[in-house]
């Protein structure tokens, strides 16, 4: 009698714990939207089937750039890991478990480097026009945590996203199931970079969702990594450094291992960017302890993964729709499932641009 394959138990593991895994719809609500986005079939799902989140993406016709915004508007308790050594951010010290603001309204994840920060600003200004932010009695303080990725290689460099894109993104967000690929903040990601981005690949944006039991777990991710991108159920690269040739993967971790030697410096930067979230109420120091978890998804997917090159950073949401009790440990884990979906469906979405090939191109 023959083994069975890892990919096998996984699933036996998974319908014995009664978990419905899927990935999302092919509708999306995106701003300029990219005619190269995906279209999951229409019994996928998305982090938007999380009750309180809506998602909307803004990608600028001009280059290959963008972000994408996760509006909470009623409120939504969150926590952030950061895993990567350059990691580029707005207000998450705010979500530190000792600090007094309990609830955010939005997360912006954006293209442009530290210039993409900007796009916060836009949400904030969206959300107050709607009424929605923390009451000072002066005026009410929309909160929006961010975090931003490297693509400035892609394209002209002085192009970037900037307050009035995320203003946009925010009037684009809704429940719907968002496109994929090259849109939003993955409209400029690039995967594969350990050998030059003459090597590298085309990357993009990815989300999916898991429920169980009355509770759902999604997540969304902008992958945009220095290493390579494999699929963790049959353990090969499906994304990366490509041969000198340019027509098939050739595994750093492996070449390097072989003695292939590395560029002195390399020329870009990186990052990978994104945000779990969950109906179930969690406190700010559960919720940062399900981000510190679902990064387990991006080590299962991503080789090397969160580099000095990488600032690497997750967030999570707790809408506290659920009236389910919280399980962080479970919590946790299933976001950790729903992120390593997500970043492989990122890869296999994206579209080849400007010489740089995509997972199904290659």
């Not at 969150?78 to 979500?95: H, N």
């Amino acid at each position: 009698m023959s083994r069975p394959t890892r990919r096998e138990v996984l699933r036996g593991a998974i319908t014995a714990a009664g978990i419905s895994v899927f990935a999302p719809s092919p509708t999306a609500a995106a701003s300029e939207r990219s005619t190269d986005d995906a279209a999951p079939s229409a019994e996928q799902r998305a982090i938007t089937d999380v009750a309180g989140i809506k998602v909307g993406h803004f990608t600028n016709s001009r280059r290959p750039t963008g972000c994408t915004v996760i509006l909470t508007e009623e409120g939504a308790v969150a926590g952030v890991d950061v895993r990567g050594a350059a990691p580029g951010t707005r207000d998450t010290d705010l979500l530190n478990p000792i600090n007094t603001v309990q609830t955010v309204h939005a997360i912006m994840l954006a293209g442009g480097s530290a210039f993409g920060l900007d796009t916060a600003t836009g949400a904030m200004r969206y959300l107050e026009e709607h009424g929605i932010g923390f009451d000072m009695r002066v005026a009410r303080v929309p909160i929006v945590p961010a975090a931003i990725l490297f693509d400035l290689g892609v394209g002209d460099a002085k192009i970037r996203p900037d307050a009035e894109a995320g203003y946009k993104a925010c009037k684009a967000a809704t429940t719907t199931a968002p496109a994929e690929g090259n849109v939003g903040a993955g409209a400029g990601a690039t995967v594969g970079k350990l050998f030059g981005m003459s090597r590298a690949m085309k990357s993009g944006i990815g989300t999916s969702a898991i429920k169980l039991d009355g509770v759902t777990v999604g997540a969304i991710v902008a992958v945009n990594a220095i290493g390579d991108v494999f699929d963790p159920l049959t353990g090969k690269p499906i994304a990366g450094a490509r041969t000198k040739d340019g027509k098939s993967l050739v595994n750093s971790m492996a070449a390097i291992l072989r003695g292939e030697p590395l560029p002195p410096a390399l020329a870009g930067a990186a990052t990978t960017i994104g945000v779990v979230a969950t109906d179930v109420a969690l406190t700010k120091a559960q919720a940062s302890k399900v981000a510190q978890m679902a990064h387990d998804g991006l080590a299962r997917t991503i080789n090397p993964v969160h580099t000095a090159y990488d600032g690497d950073t997750i967030f999570a949401l707790a809408t506290g729709k659920s009236s389910k009790p919280a399980n962080v440990t479970l919590i946790g884990a299933l976001a950790a499932e729903a992120m390593a979906q997500a970043v492989v469906r990122a890869v296999r979405a994206a579209r080849g641009i400007l010489g740089l090939p995509g997972a199904t191109e290659l």
